[in-house]
């Protein structure tokens, strides 16, 4: 009896070593992070900076934060997404948000990460651009002195505003370009119903003045692959992000494979937005397997996951081999708008590590 009882135990702790042995190879990879946004803050920073500007949170402790952050789908999402930011208010409280990403980046072996934020959606109406320029600013050289990691952003264009408010955007953005390491404009918002032509004008300013371009699309659902087709034809993006709805038309997958205009997907997002029941079900790997160019990301981590459970639940739930991880680290490096010079630094950190853990 001892003996049988025995088996499935060290069955369970092998099967245990191994799960901790694939998560901690992911941990310790070198990865870019291409698809995360600023504007979804830590929760330890928002508390912190409430108490400093006076104002409350629809929670007082980093438990009950962890709660309310649970949302049943994308409209309570955005609802709550716009909430939290309320309290940012100050260039040190920009600075505590962007710094926090920094020390992120250290937790998880990321080593460059450009992150999106909305000033239009979330952060006009009550914060001066400069204010929140010199925060970023500051934390980004902060975050190169005390980690050796590269933090940029990327400006997204609210989907919703104006023509004339997106090439106003795009125009006092461009000041801060190289100062605070603004490498992009991308696209952000509601979807469904408008569409890429509305901001044609800001897409070309913003080209002319050097920023790559993205653009959220093919998200959910109703968005589809049309949503994708318009950003490919309005916008001649740099990226898509998100772009998973794109599986359903064979047309546009053999289009993404001959472009290679990579993917910034965020599986688990996809999952906690109900788009997907389960991440077995997400098309990742179905994509990549078509010659796609696809990346990971986590999207908006303390409403969803981070990068290592993202590239961890993939991974288990595909039975990813360690090789297939690391092509996936790499395409986030080769897909980054870093340059070349820089590009090869951290494709030559990745390969570096990669050899010495098969040896
Ligand atoms: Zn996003």
């Known amino acids: 009896m001892i003996g049988k009882s025995a088996q499935p135990v060290t069955k369970i702790s092998e099967c245990m070593t191994r799960k901790a042995e694939l998560?901690?190879?992911?941990?310790?990879?070198?990865?870019?992070?291409?698809?995360?946004?600023?504007?979804?803050?830590?929760?330890?920073?928002?508390?912190?900076?409430?108490?400093?500007?006076?104002?409350?949170?629809?929670?007082?402790?980093?438990?009950?934060?962890?709660?309310?952050?649970?949302?049943?789908?994308?409209?309570?999402?955005l609802?709550?997404?716009?909430?939290?930011?309320?309290?940012?208010?100050?260039?040190?409280?920009?600075?505590?948000?962007?710094?926090?990403?920094?020390?992120?980046?250290?937790?998880?072996?990321?080593?460059?990460?450009?992150?999106?934020?909305?000033?239009?959606?979330v952060h006009a109406h009550r914060v001066p651009l400069e204010v929140m320029m010199s925060g970023l600013e500051q934390a980004r050289r902060a975050i190169r002195k005390d980690f050796n990691r590269e933090l940029c952003f990327i400006a997204d264009i609210d989907r919703t505003s104006s023509p004339e408010s997106g090439i106003e955007l795009v125009e006092s953005i461009i000041p801060y370009a190289d100062r605070v390491g603004i490498v992009g404009i991308g696209y952000d918002c509601q979807e469904l119903g408008y569409p890429a032509n509305r901001h044609r004008r800001a897409?070309?300013?913003?080209?002319?003045?050097?920023?790559?371009?993205?653009?959220?699309?093919?998200?959910?659902?109703?968005?589809?692959?049309?949503?994708?087709?318009?950003?490919i034809q309005q916008m001649n993006p740099d990226r898509i992000?998100?772009?998973?709805?794109?599986?359903?038309?064979?047309?546009?997958?053999?289009?993404?494979?001959?472009?290679?205009?990579?993917?910034?997907?965020?599986?688990?997002?996809?999952?906690?937005?109900?788009?997907?029941d389960?991440?077995?079900?997400?098309?990742?790997?179905?994509?990549?397997?078509e010659g796609v160019f696809v990346t990971i990301n986590s999207d908006d981590p303390p409403f969803m996951y981070d990068l290592v459970e993202n590239f961890y639940k993939l991974a288990t739930a595909f039975e990813l081999s360690r090789t297939e991880i690391y092509d996936l680290a790499r395409n986030g490096i080769n897909a980054s708008y870093a340059a070349y010079n820089q590009k090869q630094k951290y494709l030559k950190e990745l390969d570096d590590w990669f050899f010495d853990e098969l040896e």
């Open 23 to 77: 998560r901690s190879f992911i941990e310790r990879m070198p990865k870019a992070e291409l698809h995360i946004h600023f504007d979804s803050i830590d929760s330890e920073v928002l508390l912190k900076v409430a108490d400093r500007n006076n104002l409350s949170l629809p929670f007082q402790t980093i438990q009950e934060a962890v709660e309310w952050h649970n949302f049943r789908d994308l409209d309570e999402f």
């Open 79 to 121: 609802h709550k997404w716009s909430l939290t930011v309320e309290v940012m208010l100050t260039e040190e409280d920009y600075y505590d948000a962007a710094y926090h990403l920094g020390k992120d980046m250290e937790r998880q072996n990321i080593v460059r990460r450009e992150a999106m934020f909305t000033y239009q959606a």
């Open 203 to 231: 897409f070309e300013l913003a080209r002319a003045n050097g920023f790559f371009l993205s653009a959220h699309c093919g998200e959910e659902y109703d968005s589809g692959p049309a949503g994708v087709w318009d950003i």
């Open 241 to 276: 992000d998100h772009g998973n709805q794109s599986i359903r038309d064979a047309n546009l997958v053999r289009h993404l494979s001959e472009s290679q205009i990579p993917l910034t997907l965020c599986p688990l997002s996809n999952v906690c937005i109900n788009v997907y």
């Open 278 to 289: 389960d991440i077995s079900e997400h098309p990742a790997i179905k994509l990549r397997d």
